[in-house]
C-alpha cells in the first residue's frame, strides 16, 4: 500500500468514529455507506470492537487479517486503553512505527535493551540509552512503560479436536483484581 492510499484509509476511520456526517479527505460518510450494494449507516461513534474496521472504506481483509507475506493491521490494534504503546512489550512492528527514523536495526537494538534484566525500564524515555537511537524522538503521548489492558489466548485440545479462547482483560488499579472486557471463541 502506497502513503496516499494509508492516508485514504485513516481519513475513512476518522470518518467512521467522528460524530459529524462531513467527509475527511478521502475518507467516508453515510453517503458512500448507504450507496453499498449491501447499505448499511457509517458509525459516527467509537469502535466497540476492532472487528468493526472492516466496514470501514478501504479496509480489505488482506490488510485486517494478514496474508503469508505481511501479518495483518488486527494484532496490532484495539479499542481499550489510552491510546498509547507499552514500550516494553510492544511488538517490533510497532516499534518501528513511533517515529520517523526508525530502522529495523535500531529495533533490533530496543529488543535487546528491553530484554537484559539489568536495564531500567521503568520509564518510557530508556530508549534514549539504546545504542544507536541518536536524534530519535518519540513523542511521548504515544508511548507508557505500564500496561492494565491484557490480551490471553488460551487453547485446548481433546481428541483431536482444538478450541482457542481469547478474552481482554483489565487490571484494577489494586493491582490484585481483573475486569473482564471481552471474550470470544476462536
Known amino acids: 500500500m502506497d502513503e496516499q492510499q494509508a492516508r485514504d484509509i485513516v481519513d475513512a476511520v476518522r470518518d467512521w468514529i467522528d460524530e459529524d456526517d462531513e467527509t475527511t479527505g478521502f475518507g467516508a460518510e453515510n453517503i458512500y455507506y448507504e450507496g453499498l450494494k449491501e447499505p448499511y449507516a457509517c458509525k459516527n461513534t467509537p469502535l466497540d ?40 512489550t510492544a511488538p517490533k512492528l510497532a516499534l518501528m512505527a513511533l517515529a520517523d527514523g526508525i530502522t529495523g536495526e535500531m529495533v533490533s537494538s530496543m529488543d535487546e535493551y528491553r530484554r537484559d534484566e539489568e536495564n531500567d525500564l521503568s520509564g518510557s524515555n530508556w530508549y534514549n540509552n539504546v545504542t544507536g537511537m541518536d536524534g530519535i524522538t518519540i513523542d511521548s503521548g504515544l508511548i507508557t512503560a505500564k500496561s492494565d489492558i491484557f490480551r490471553i489466548t488460551s487453547s485446548g ?29 476462536d
Open 157 to 185: 485440545y481433546l481428541n483431536g479436536i482444538s478450541r482457542s479462547v481469547s478474552g481482554t482483560v483489565e487490571r484494577n488499579s489494586n493491582g490484585k483484581d481483573v475486569k473482564i472486557l471481552s471474550w470470544k471463541v
Open 49 to 88: 470492537c476492532i472487528d468493526e474496521l472492516l466496514m470501514v472504506k478501504g479496509m480489505t481483509e488482506d490488510l485486517y487479517y494478514g496474508t503469508d507475506e505481511r501479518p495483518g493491521i488486527a494484532r496490532y490494534l484495539t479499542v481499550y486503553g489510552e491510546g498509547k504503546i507499552n514500550i516494553n
